[in-house]
């Protein structure tokens, strides 16, 4: 059934009776209905003869649409008015085949689609017509495949330039146990379009433990009830789109399920596939217990174009988990997300690389967006308590955040309890947080990551992870927003290298109201320009905040002049602003140890190799010293030798007169 999107009607009037006493539709108006697979959008009619029906209407004229003169003739009105013979229903499966036009009657059988499939309990009814009604469901092919049924097209099959308002070169509803699509390799879908929705190549509708194999490329998928399999293999999709305001996946859109499962294996390319708003490439929704998506091969999208998610989006609810080994992403762009968007909502998200992002653009996340709900007591069978986002293996080279945005590589948000992000041997190459003028302070944040995290939450970042030659306003490498509660470790090698800002912090820049450790890291050659503060990392260390730097290197960091603004340009490789107060400083809070600096130089010296703004520099200094929170490699008598009194200073909230850590070195 679903049929009639405006009216339907069955009629035991006799069609000779029929007449404008007892059968009369006078000066009706129809906007934007439709019926399930488009049969009858405006009306649709149940009669003893469907032919007979339509052309007692006809012929009384018991029917007339405003603005519409040709509404008996016209092919193409051909299913917004239909019907069907009583004797052809079916109570629990009808074929589509069935229905036909009240009102055309050619020569040769005229149906909404160029050729229509229909399985029927394993028996195949094929029905070949000419037709230029434009295809409401699949432009080149429709299936409609029950319990049993099995429907094969071979790999020599190619889908060019098919246009529909769903599935614009195949649609198909594989529906009931036993029942396979399965479409072979070599299977091409070239320039195909779809009007409304999604599916710019093809749309597949699997339920009820069907089973779909497809090999080749674009479609529009949902997978429902339980057991039901989608395996795709090796697929191509080429020149694909879907345009409207609320159209999802130019080339692949796949709705998986409770219980359901997407498998994707083989080498699968995205090549200048489009979409007016999520999922240039790719979009994939996965929800429920038990729904799954694994791709073992590799995905790789190309000059892919979107609003959100220019080359693949995905969102993720309800413990469902996705588990992805090789993706690349190269040329693609979005106004959030150049490359990958993410959203997750108490679902787990693995990525284990190698992963290659390379000349992205967005305006929010030039390679990546990632936006992470995770809520307290979701348990994830056989992994933890918590969920948790996993990237490794990753690749962003040459990323770009056009203004206004933040994230050149990624961006990521993450809210709720016991969430988890974890970047393990990542790359950031190249990756920029501005382009042209700075609209905003708050924008342009994080040349290669931008992460935001609330509600004890927490970033992982492990391996060894490289950020090169990065650039921003603020936070050059990183950018990082740690609030109350939250944890990030920054450790295992980590190196930032010629990472620079127009303002603070090269390598990282970051407000900590939670807990920050950075052990076992490099940063060489980063640099900030005046008005900005430490070339190296830039940080506001909170109330009730905990900072540790164990173990690090800073090579050649330095704060640059600038002759148009020469304020501030402190700590050439560290700036710190603290507010705790210096009789709570101690080394559950503040810990510098094993330091090396080499080479790092301030404007005007003011704290070459650190530089620390505080309520009050002198007991600062002293509580620095008294508890020993601070150590650095090769040297002597740091408290005490003159020597270093313009390497390590500190300047008083309140004022502007800069004074060294340890008054004894006046």
């Known amino acids: ?132 009604i434009p295809s409401y469901n699949g432009g080149g092919i429709f299936a409609s495949i029950y319990t049993g049924g099995k429907l094969t097209i071979d790999g020599q099959c190619n889908f060019t330039e098919c246009k529909s308002d769903y599935g614009g070169g195949f649609l198909a509803h594989v529906a009931g146990r036993n029942s396979l699509l399965t479409l072979e390799d070599g ?28 090999e080749g490329g674009g479609m529009n ?66 929800s429920g217990s038990g729904s799954q998506i694994q791709i073992t091969g590799q995905l790789e999208f190309e000059n892919c174009t979107s609003d959100l998610g220019g080359g693949l989006c995905f969102d993720i609810f309800d413990q469902a988990t996705i588990d992805i080994d090789q993706m690349s992403f190269i040329n693609c762009t979005a106004s959030e997300g150049g490359g990958l968007n993410v959203y997750i909502n108490n679902g787990d998200f693995s990525v284990t690389g190698p992963v290659i992002f390379q000349n992205c653009e967005s305006q929010i996340g030039g390679g990546s967006s990632m936006i992470v709900q995770l809520y307290l007591e979701v348990k994830f069978t056989q992994i933890c308590i918590e969920g948790t986002l996993i990237i490794k293996d990753t690749t962003f080279d040459n990323c770009t955040c056009t203004q206004p945005g933040n994230g050149g590589g990624i961006f990521a948000t993450m809210q709720w309890e016991n969430s988890i992000l974890e970047l393990i041997d990542l790359s950031f190459k190249n990756c920029h947080a501005l382009d042209g003028y700075v609209y905003r302070e708050d924008m ?63 390598g990282i820049y970051s407000y900590i109201y939670g807990i920050f450790n950075i052990e076992d890291t490099t940063f060489d050659s980063c640099s900030c320009i005046q008005p900005g503060n430490g070339g190296g990392i830039s940080l506001y260390h909170g109330t009730s905040s905990i900072l ?39 080394e559950t809070n503040f810990l510098l140890t094993d330091l090396v600096f080499t080479g790092c130089s301030a404007v005007n010296s003011i ?60």
């Not at 879907?242 to 083989?266: A, D, E, H, K, R």
């Open 607 to 666: 704290g070459n190799n650190l530089h620390i703004q505080s309520i009050d520099t002198y007991a600062t200094g002293e509580a620095i010293e008294s508890e020993n929170l601070l150590s650095v490699n090769g040297t002597t008598n740091l408290y005490y030798n003159n020597s270093y009194q313009q390497d390590y200073m500190g300047i008083d909230q309140s004022k502007s007169i800069l004074k060294i850590l340890r008054s004894i070195l006046c």
């Open 548 to 586: 540790s730097i164990i173990n690090s290197s800073f090579i050649n960091c330095k704060t640059i002049q600038n002759s148009s603004n020469q304020r501030y340009g402190s700590g050439g490789a560290i700036f710190i602003q603290t507010s705790i107060i210096a009789e709570n400083l101690n």
């Open 221 to 286: 998928v949902r997978i429902q009830n339980e057991n039901s399999i989608l395996e795709l293999v090796g697929v191509l999709f080429e020149n694909c789109s879907t345009f409207g305001s609320q159209c999802y996946g130019g080339g692949l859109y796949v709705v998986v399920n409770t219980n359901t499962s997407l498998l994707i294996s083989g080498m699968s390319l995205f090549n200048n596939c489009s979409s007016d708003y999520i999922g240039g490439g790719c979009y994939v929704s996965c």
């Open 444 to 506: 342009g944040r994080g040349g290669g990551l931008f992460v935001c995290v609330f509600s004890g939450s927490q970033l992982i970042m492990s391996g060894t992870c490289i950020f090169k030659n990065c650039s921003a306003v603020n936070g050059g490498g990183i950018y990082m927003y740690i609030d109350s509660g939250w944890k990030v470790n920054i450790k295992d090698q980590c190196i930032f290298s010629e990472c620079k800002t127009s303002q603070s912090g090269g």
């Open 187 to 214: 299977i091409q879908f070239e320039s195909c379009t779809s009007r409304y929705l999604n599916g710019g190549g093809a749309y597949l509708d699997i339920s009820d433990q069907a089973t779909s194999l497809r």
């Open 1 to 132: 059934y679903g049929w009639g999107g405006a009216i339907f009607i069955q009629t035991s009037v006799a069609t000779e009776n029929l007449n404008e006493l007892n059968f009369l539709m006078r000066d009706l108006v129809f906007v934007g209905c439709s019926a399930v697979n488009s049969i009858g959008n405006n009306i649709h009619i149940q009669s003893a003869n469907t032919s007979a029906t339509g052309e007692a209407i006809k012929t009384e004229n018991l029917l007339t649409v405003k603005d519409i003169t040709d509404l008996y003739t016209n092919k193409l009105y051909g299913s917004d008015y239909m019907g069907i013979d009583q004797s052809k229903v079916n109570d629990d499966n009808t074929p589509i085949s069935f229905h036909e036009p009240l009102f055309i009657n050619p020569p040769s059988r005229i149906f909404l689609n160029p050729y229509v499939v229909n399985a029927f309990n394993g028996i195949v009814n094929v029905f070949c017509g000419e037709s230029d």
